[in-house]
């Protein structure tokens, strides 16, 4: 089973709010990924957005220790739009990501939930966790306060778990179905992730996700 990212848009005011046992919570999720936090994403939050709880076990294993971030709706679109010029020069080879933001914040502004945040825990228990949160930290640090491009560019790759060395795919490559190399689509998804159980702005509507699992 693939190790997966959310990205909720809800009015729970607290990370994770699958493990909180937030009732309806399907339908406050507005895309998931696999292996990595798309960078778009990222580009929604700020260090000061983190958070850490601790949530009970599903079974015989010790408490689970999490850290997350999480942004009023209003403010997480806004550093979105903040974060374009340094994603530009970060990413000058591959292209700009305008067309790709604002289909991002076309999906969250269409949920109703006050809050936009993402668990990002299967994701950091693929490696050491406090390491993967540091790197977290200093990738969300990045949009704000540059420092060593060559590093923060990296850095977000790898959060991302982007292919480098192309040009950034269409941002309606999925929507339109366009031709294209399997780099593309995957690095597609690794900037906005997929529909979770209902149509996305940058994907077309998918019957077969009717069945997808609650997170």
Known sequence: MANRSYLFVTDHDGICPAWADVPDIANQVLAEDVYAVPLLWLAMFRPDDLATATFPPDDDDDEVRVTAPIAPTRRALDQLDAALPTLARLFADEGPLHEHAALLREG??????????????????????RDYYGHLHAGLAS??????PVVDRERLIDLAQLRPGR?????????????????????HSRLLGSGFQRPVPWERSDPARAGAGVP
């Open 143 to 148: 949009l704000d306060v540059p420092g060593d």
């Open 108 to 129: 969250v502004a269409g949920m109703p939930g006050r809050f936009v945040t993402i668990d990002p825990y299967e994701i950091a228990v693929l490696i050491d966790e």
């Open 167 to 187: 040009p950034f795919p269409p941002a309606r490559l999925v929507l339109d179905q366009l031709d294209a190399a399997d780099d593309d689509w995957w690095n």
